[in-house]
């Protein structure tokens, strides 16, 4: 799933949608399920029913039978979310398990894209990160 996942962020990223966070949680109740996480800057209340949407049509467009029924839920929440903010002190790439994050146990977890220090310009073709 994590490999299909990849390939629905560099779908976001051609389509100048960079994130700031992109996961996939095994968490509290759900353990068997998961929860696709996303903190992105071009989310907000005016267009959020339709990013939802496109984001589904991708993963379904990328994601096996089996790997989409497995999806309990779909979440966008803000950059300043306390699961986001505990969230983006991982780094691409980090597995988490069995771990308490914000208030929620996470099982497994997978961090497809952390990028805390996006700069996000509206008006712009191109985005900007800071250099660490």
């Known amino acids: 799933m994590v490999e299909n996942l990849k390939k629905v962020l560099s779908i976001l990223n051609q389509q100048h949608k960079e994130v700031w966070l992109f996961a996939v949680l095994k968490m509290d109740e759900f353990v068997d399920s998961w929860s696709v996480i996303v903190s992105a800057p071009w989310v ?12 589904i049509g991708l993963l379904r467009d990328s994601l096996t039978k089996e790997e989409l029924s497995s999806v309990v839920r779909i979440v966008f929440l803000g950059k300043n979310d306390h699961l986001i903010q505990e969230l983006l002190k991982k780094k691409t790439g980090d597995i988490i398990k069995d771990e308490p994050i914000n208030g929620n146990k996470i099982h497994e977890g997978y961090i497809i894209e952390s990028n805390d220090s996006l700069i996000w310009q509206p008006n712009s073709l191109f985005k900007e990160t800071t250099q660490s």
């Open 44 to 55: 907000n209340e005016q267009n959020r029913d339709s990013e939802f949407t496109g984001l």
